[in-house]
């Protein structure tokens, strides 16, 4: 029989595709689920037995959390990417390592076919799709719920006929969580208005007096926590264990998609607001002005090509040569201070840092010169525009 490797969630889509494409479609399905920071132990457990009841001929839970971090969140930091600045890629990001991974074991146990549960409405088709025509150009895509225009009645009526009697009443609210935030949607993004209401979002508030953590970075990195060293992935989850207590985070994201319209989706991304301003600020403390501007362009750029799935082009190679060696002199710590619903950057502590007293104190006094030459300065600085304008006249 073929093989066909599934890119398995668990949920109603991923699971009507491993009933149909074994049971009407005779292949032997390897379902895949690829963690990125969203699932632990026993959700793993409960996901293969979910697979094996639902035709799979074999199940594989690939944890790719420390892939992610390393090749994704990584650059996103360096660069303090947010998407329309706002959205730190949590989903979008997640997806292509995910398909990257799918890719890499369906070549290995020479499959015939690679199948996932998109719709044909949203961008994660895309992001599977070109991943997959790259990687494996020679093995079918196939995409049962949007090459058939399924419903959702019509997928539960299917597994019903064929004895799966689960529990698929639909939630009133989407969820889906990653190392790097969780997006969360439901009937208030579906149109230009309204924000959803506090049971939405997956933290509470549990904690209103404020607290100031301090948080180390090294060559761009988080690698501590109010003085406990740890590896970053480690990092960000108690970073997010620490700060959703505050219920610190939350927002809504309106972009373009890749298919051309626009969406809207809301998010609780405590850990990647709070490192990413952290980093920006201490960056703004340490790096050179012209390196701060060409930063922001490429990230803008990296941003948006890691949003529409394009990971593999060299370019993003590229980028990320430059983003790393960008990082060599932001080292220090953070000072940031929690609140319920919001926090704050207190100040940074760097060995790097450029503001240094002894040559000046911005709007006060002035050690490294003196009044007539900042004064020639000025003079030689407007040259240009006194030229320009005196044509004028």
């Known amino acids: 029989m073929k093989k066909v490797v599934l890119a398995f969630s668990g949920g109603l889509d991923t699971s009507y595709c491993s009933m149909y494409l074994s049971k009407s479609c005779g292949f032997d399905v390897y379902a895949m689920t690829v963690n990125t920071g969203g699932f632990d132990d026993l959700e793993a457990e409960s996901l293969k037995q979910k697979a094996i ?14 892939e992610f971090y ?8 360096f660069g303090n990417v947010l ?35 998109s719709t044909g409405a949203g961008n994660d088709q895309i992001r599977f799709d070109l991943v997959f025509q790259t990687l494996c150009p020679d093995m079918e895509i196939i995409t049962p719920i949007r090459d058939n225009s399924l419903s959702r009645e019509m ?57 100031t953590i301090s948080i180390g970075f090294e060559n761009g990195e988080p690698i501590s926590i109010n003085g406990h ?63 701060l501007f060409i930063k922001n362009h490429l990230a803008d750029w990296y941003g948006n090509l890691l949003h529409e799935g394009q990971y593999l082009d060299p370019v993003m190679r590229d980028i990320e040569s430059f983003l790393e060696n960008s990082q060599k002199a932001v080292i220090g710590i953070v000072k940031v201070r929690l609140m319920p619903y919001h926090f704050l950057i207190e100040g940074i502590i760097s060995p790097n840092d450029l503001m240094r007293s002894s040559y000046g104190q911005y709007g006060e006094m002035n050690e490294a010169w ?8 000025a003079k030689i600085f407007s040259m240009q525009t006194k030229i320009l304008n005196a044509l004028k006249s």
């Open 370 to 377: 003196t009044g007539s030459e900042a004064r020639s300065f």
């Open 70 to 77: 390393q090749k994704g969140i990584r650059f996103l930091l």
């Open 229 to 291: 060293v740890n590896h970053p992935v480690e990092i960000i989850k108690k970073l997010q264990e620490i700060s959703s207590r505050y219920a610190i985070g939350r927002d809504i994201h309106v972009g373009d998609t890749i298919i051309g319209i626009k969406g809207r989706v809301a998010f609780e991304a405590a850990a990647p607001l709070i490192l990413i301003k952290a980093h920006h600020q201490l960056e703004k403390h340490v790096l050179s002005k012209h390196q």
């Open 53 to 66: 009841e639902l035709g799979a001929k074999e199940y594989h839970f690939n944890d790719q959390t420390i």
């Open 83 to 117: 998407k329309n600045n706002s959205y730190p890629l949590s989903v979008s990001a997640e997806r292509v390592f995910q398909a990257l991974a799918i890719a890499d074991y369906a070549k290995k146990i020479d499959a015939d076919a690679i199948a996932h549960g």
């Open 155 to 211: 997928e539960i009526e299917f597994l019903k006929k064929n004895g799966v009697e689960l529990d698929w009443e639909k939630a009133e609210y989407s969820i889906n969580q990653g190392l790097w935030g969780t997006s969360v949607g439901g009937k208030e993004t579906l149109t230009s208005v309204g924000y959803l209401p506090e049971r939405a979002f997956p933290s509470q508030l549990r904690k209103k007096e404020a607290e």
